[in-house]
C-alpha cells in the first residue's frame, strides 16, 4: 500500500472518528444519552507492514448521567443499575432505554416520546408482581360500584335543643351518590324521634333514647330498607349506626359521618415508588398498585446496540436478560419527577475534537509529502 493510500486511511478514520464526537457534542442535552467514541485498529499487510488505520466500531460510555428534577410524576429515572423495557405495538422484540420520559396515551398506555409502550409486571391476586413484562396501563376511570350498606354517625344532639338534620351519602347500585336525610326531632327529655328522607320515600320515625348521662341506651342499628330508586338503581338495605350519639349541652355537633360504598372513580392523581409500583388514585377514594415498571440488566452491556431516541435492542454479546423489579437483585430504584442527563463531558470531546483536527492536519501532510516525493521521482527519471 502507498504512503498516500496510508494517509488517506487516517483521514477517513479521523473524519468518522470527528462525526462520532459532533453526535456526542449535539447530544449533550439529550436525556438519557450515552456518549460513545470510535474504536481505532491498526492495518496490517501480509508482510506485516503497516497499511494504515480503520475504525472497528463505537464503545459505549453507559456511566450514568446527572439527576435532573422535572415536577412531571411520570418523568422517572434509574438511579443505579438496569434499563427501562419498551416495545413497538404489535412487536415482540422488547428494546431498553435509560430515556424516561413518559406520558399516558389516549388509551391510558404509558409510553415514551416514541410512542413505544413501557413494559411492567402486572399484580395478581396474590398482591404479588410476576415477573412478566406486558403494557402498563392506567384506566381513567375505575371501580364496580359497590352500593352503602352501612352509615355510622357521630353526633351530638343539645340536651334541650328541639332538631338537628344532616345529610348522609348513599351509594345505590348503579353508582350514583344519593342524599338521605336524617333528621333528629326531641320528643321529650331524653327521648328523641329519627326520620330519614331519601328518593321520596320517608323512613321512620324510630325512637331513640339517652340516660342520665348523655350516653344513648343500648347499641341502636336502625335498617332502612329502600325500594328500587327512580333512576333504575336496585332496591338496598342500609344499616344506620348510632351507637356513637350523645346527647350534651352546647351545640347540635356533627363529628363524623363514615359510610362505606363507592361510585365510578376518575382518575385524580398518580405516585410512583422507590420501587416503581405504579399508584393510582381515583375521585371515588379508591386507588390501585396494578402495575410495577419492569427493568432489566445485562451481563454485558457492551452488546447492546443502540437504535435511536436512547433506545438500545441486545444483541448477542450482551447476553441473556435478567428481569428484576427496581431496588432488587443489584437494579437500582426508580425517582419519579426526575430524568437521567446526558453523560457526555463536554470538556472531554472539546480536547478530543483539538486532537483529531490535530491528526486530520498531519494525516493531511503525509498525503501531500508522499505527492511531493513522487513527483520529485518522477523528475529524476526526465
Known sequence: MSTSQIGLSGLMAVNTAISGVANNIANTETVGYKSSNAVFGNLVSGDGLGKGTSINGNKTDFSQGGQTSTGRVLDMMVDGNGYFIVSKEGSDQDMYTRNGQFSLSAEG???????????????????????????????????????????????NLKSMGDSFSTSLPVYDSLGNQNNMDMT?????????????DMDGSSYGPFPITFDAAGQIVGAPVQTINTPAFSNGAAAQTIDVDLTAITQYAGSHTLNS??????????????????????????????????????????????????????????????????????????????VSSALEASNVDLTSELVDLITYQQSYKANSKVISTSSELSETTLNLSR
Open 109 to 155: 398506555k404509558l409510553v415514551t416520546n416514541q410512542g413505544l409502550n413501557v413494559q411492567g409486571y402486572e399484580q395478581n391476586a396474590s398482591g404479588s408482581y410476576s415477573l412478566n413484562p406486558v403494557d402498563i396501563s392506567i384506566p381513567a376511570n375505575f371501580g364496580t360500584p359497590e352500593l352503602t350498606d352501612t352509615v355510622g354517625v357521630d353526633i
Open 184 to 196: 333528629f326531632t326531641r320528643t321529650a327529655p331524653n327521648q328523641w324521634d329519627v326520620q330519614y
Open 257 to 334: 359521618i363514615d359510610a362505606n360504598g363507592f361510585g365510578i372513580g376518575a382518575l385524580e392523581g398518580i405516585e410512583v415508588t422507590p420501587e416503581g409500583v405504579i399508584s393510582a388514585t381515583y375521585s371515588n377514594g379508591q386507588s390501585i398498585q396494578q402495575f410495577k415498571v419492569a427493568m432489566a440488566t445485562f451481563p454485558n452491556d457492551d452488546g447492546l446496540k443502540g437504535v435511536g431516541g436512547g433506545d438500545f435492542v441486545a444483541g448477542v454479546s450482551a447476553g441473556g436478560r435478567k428481569l428484576a423489579g427496581a431496588g432488587e437483585n443489584g437494579v437500582g430504584n426508580v
